[in-house]
């Protein structure tokens, strides 16, 4: 049996019920990350496209310039971003 199967072909194959088989491979999963070592990171460490929505946080001072109003209007502008970038088609190259 294959490391890759879903619960549902786990269960075709070894002829069992897939709720049973689910309860199974949830209790391996469990054990798997208990056992894990934590991961640390070290050195120069790269992210990608992190969005981080806080709400006024750090910008106290525009909040008070613009009220509730301004937060929501950054909060639109940034979801018409999003929307935006899901729209265009990828680029070539």
């Known amino acids: ?3 890759n199967l879903s619960n549902t072909q786990i269960a075709k194959e070894l002829d069992l019920n897939k709720d049973d088989v ?3 491979t949830y209790q391996l999963r469990q054990g798997v990350v208990k056992r894990k070592p934590a991961t640390v990171l070290k050195d120069e460490v790269e992210c990608d496209e992190v969005y981080v929505v806080a709400g006024h946080k750090g910008h106290p001072t525009a909040v008070k310039k613009n009220g509730v109003r301004g937060v929501e209007t950054a909060s639109k502008a940034h979801a018409a971003a999003v929307r935006s970038k899901r729209r265009s088609p990828p680029s070539s190259g």
Do not use: R
């Open 1 to 3: 049996m294959g490391l």
């Open 22 to 24: 689910q309860t199974m």
